[in-house]
Nanobody, 126 residues
């Protein structure tokens, strides 16, 4: 069972940048499709970004496209979320998620994922 640990959250002003990391315990990390989700206070968890097993393809929510970049380093068992031009509405707890798969797909539904990290808080001041 893979364990996921996010880091990199914090407080940043609007317009600033943060990079989130998610380290996985599993040596077969390259067999997992990875995703990022977020949950703002009082709102449902929503999809942010996803990356295929190889890292060759990514998929983004419309709200973050052009500002966020999802990538992975399979040698380091880590997936990243580079967040630029942050907005106050990006404030949320950010979660990474993993799904072991034989496919080359990226997944955008939370129900597609089997494993979740504990989350890291990102606060963007107006």
């Amino acid at each position: 069972q893979v364990q996921l640990v996010e880091s990199g959250g914090g407080l940043v002003q609007a317009g600033g940048s943060l990079r989130l990391s998610c380290a996985a315990s599993e040596r077969t990390f390259s067999t997992y499709a990875m995703g990022w989700f977020r949950q703002a206070p009082g709102k449902d968890r929503e999809f942010v970004a996803a990356v295929t097993r190889s890292g060759g393809n990514t998929y983004y929510a419309t709200s973050v496209k052009g500002r966020f970049t999802c990538s992975r380093d399979n040698a380091k068992n880590t997936v990243y979320l580079q967040m630029n031009s942050l907005k106050h509405e990006d404030t949320a707890v950010y979660y990474c998620a993993a799904r072991q798969t034989d496919s080359g797909y990226a997944y955008s539904r939370s129900t597609d994922y089997n494993y979740w990290g504990q989350g890291t808080l990102v606060t963007v001041s107006p």
